[in-house]
């Protein structure tokens, strides 16, 4: 009977897991700062692609330090989460609107990581594992520091211009039925009238 497998060998799949994610994430930033329309939204992106080039190689010096073959196991949360970004980049949205997917998109991934790392510090520090658990924290700390940047570019400005980017021809069809609506409405409200004082 085989023996069973212990949180090391669960830390070592995840970190496996996390190598692959931050290799799949540089094709996919790549992309994003290509696609985004606001400039400080692409630079953004650009960062976080060299800040994840930093992570591989973090990533690398913890299989080092655990005396662990550097190897990657695919990532199938991340390969989702992307897929899911590379529809929205082929829709046809307006500037505003696709720099507005481009965040959401990009915070799943953010989140995603974050939960991913978390675990991983945890399990570092139970372990005994304190230049791997350093390591892990500090690539933690920038996967906040980039969802929060997403977060303020969002709130300052991004999220308000897609919002008001309707077209003429979107407003044309939302104003046009209003005016009838408050016409019928007095109607009707006079024949209940009618109704109650005929009784």
């Not at 077209?167 to 024949?191: F, G, I, L, N, Y």
Request: net charge negative; with cysteine; hydrophobic share 40%.
């Amino acid at each position: 009977m085989a023996e069973a497998k212990t949180l090391h060998d669960a830390f070592i799949d995840e970190l496996r897991d996390a190598y692959d994610a931050e290799k799949q994430l540089l094709k996919a930033l790549a992309k994003m700062a290509k696609k985004a329309s606001a400039d400080d939204l692409s630079a953004a992106f650009d960062s976080h692609l060299g800040e994840t080039r930093g992570q591989v190689d973090k990533l690398e010096r913890v299989f080092a330090s655990l005396g662990e073959k550097v190897r990657g196991k695919h990532c199938d949360g991340i390969a989702g989460i992307i897929e899911e970004g590379k529809s929205v980049m082929e829709e046809d949205f307006d500037s505003a609107t696709m720099d507005a997917c481009l965040i959401a998109g990009g915070q799943r991934a953010e989140h995603y990581e974050m939960a991913a790392y978390g675990t991983l510090v945890a399990w570092a520090r139970l372990m005994g594992h304190t230049e791997a658990g350093d390591l892990l924290e500090e690539i933690l700390d920038e996967e906040k520091a980039a969802d929060a940047k997403l977060t303020a570019l969002a709130e300052g400005g991004i999220n308000e211009a897609a919002s008001s980017g309707t077209t003429s021809e979107d407003d044309d069809e939302d104003d046009a039925p209003a005016p009838a609506r408050q016409k019928v409405r007095p109607a009707k409200a006079k024949a209940a009238k009618k109704k109650t004082t005929r009784k």
